[in-house]
Structure formats: structure tokens, C-alpha cells
């Protein structure tokens, strides 16, 4: 018997986010995974070495990487449209766990197991970690698009902050005064920043 639960996760290249905005450059599903899980990987970095926190690095990372991985089947659905109100909620709720059932279904029996932690209601501490990497994400690709000039992401970005903030979190607060400046700039001007540090 076939398992398709990796061809299924190459099809997120081609699920686009930020459906409902225009944006200068697309987005997919796969490429946010991997900048989520980077993200991830870097605000557990801060807490555990710079706030002598103890996160488990390695498994973050990897709930991060999947955290997603539903939308092969549901696609990405806007969250103006999400979060619309509480019967649509609880119905894409409803439809998510569909899809993540039918999703750990495409993976080998010995394995399912391992993946359904990953993928179906992982440890909500862990999970929260996650969630903000998620956030600093969504306000970078924010930023982007605002350097460009595509006043499209104005409220957006404003609404991504907020939500960052009220998560309370000294990493987030860090990552975005050491490292998202970087993100309105060129190339040319991140290059001389490096090459004159002062």
C-alpha cells in the first residue's frame, strides 16, 4: 500500500496565504512552514540562553514544521473569514480535524504515532511557542510588503503587533527589537550595516 502523507506535504508549495490581500510577492504554505519552524527555533534560542529558560529546542521546531500541514487538504482559509464569528469558527474547527485525521491516514501505521504528535493537539505549552513564531511570521511578511509600498498590509501589520504583545512574551519582545528593522531594509543597506557595524 502507497502512503502519501509526503507527497501530500509537497503539495503545500502551492497553497497560497493571504488570499483575501493583494500582495506584491505570493506566499505559500510550505515556505511559511519553514520560516515558522526558523522563527521557532530562535525564540526558544533567546529564552534558553538568554532568560536561562529550558524549552525543548529540538521538539518546537519540529511542531512547527507541521503545524500546517492540514491545509494541504482544507487549504488556507483568511482569518477575517476564520474568525468571522463563532459558527464559522467552530465549523473550520470541525473541518480541520477531519483533515488532520485524514491526513495522519496517509502515514505508515509504525509511524502515525509520531507524527500525530506533532500534527493533532500537541502539548499547548509547546504549541505556544509555536503560535508566536507564527505571529512574527505574519507581521515580517507585514513589513515586506509595506517596503515595497503595498499600503495593503497597513491594518494588518498593526493587528499582527497587538497580537504579538498581548502573548507577553520577552522573546517575541526581543526578536522584533534585535532582528525585525531588518526586514524594512534593502539588501544594499543591510550590507553596509554589517560591513560598518557602528
Known amino acids: 500500500m502507497n502512503h502519501h502523507f509526503f507527497a501530500y506535504l509537497y503539495r503545500l ?20 512552514s519553514f520560516y515558522v519552524a526558523s522563527i ?3 525564540l526558544c534560542t533567546i529564552s534558553n540562553e538568554v532568560y536561562g529558560g529550558n524549552v525543548p529546542t529540538d521538539r518546537v521546531v519540529s511542531i512547527a514544521l507541521f503545524h ?10 483568511p482569518q477575517p473569514v476564520k474568525h468571522n ?20 491516514g496517509t502515514i505508515p501505521p509504525a509511524l502515525s504515532n509520531i507524527y500525530r504528535g506533532l500534527i493533532q493537539d500537541p502539548d499547548p505549552e509547546l504549541y505556544r511557542w509555536v503560535k508566536a ?3 512574527i511570521e505574519a507581521y515580517i511578511k507585514c513589513l515586506t510588503e509595506l517596503s515595497t509600498g503595498n ?7 498593526q493587528q499582527v503587533l497587538d497580537s504579538l504583545k498581548k ?32
Open 40 to 42: 521557532a527555533h530562535m
Open 133 to 135: 513564531a507564527d505571529l
Open 68 to 77: 500546517d500541514a492540514s491545509e494541504v487538504l482544507t487549504g488556507d482559509i
Open 13 to 32: 508549495k502551492y497553497i497560497d496565504r493571504w488570499s483575501l490581500m493583494w500582495n506584491m510577492r505570493r506566499e505559500n504554505v510550505a515556505e511559511h
Open 85 to 104: 464569528n463563532e459558527q464559522i469558527l467552530r465549523n473550520f474547527r470541525e473541518i480541520e480535524d477531519v483533515a488532520v485525521e485524514r491526513l495522519i
Open 167 to 198: 502573548m507577553n512574551m520577552p522573546e517575541v519582545d526581543y526578536f522584533l527589537e534585535h532582528m525585525s528593522a531588518s526586514f524594512e531594509k534593502t539588501l544594499d543597506e543591510i550590507t553596509l550595516d554589517i560591513a560598518d557595524p557602528s
Open 151 to 157: 499600503r495593503e498590509f497597513v491594518v494588518a501589520k
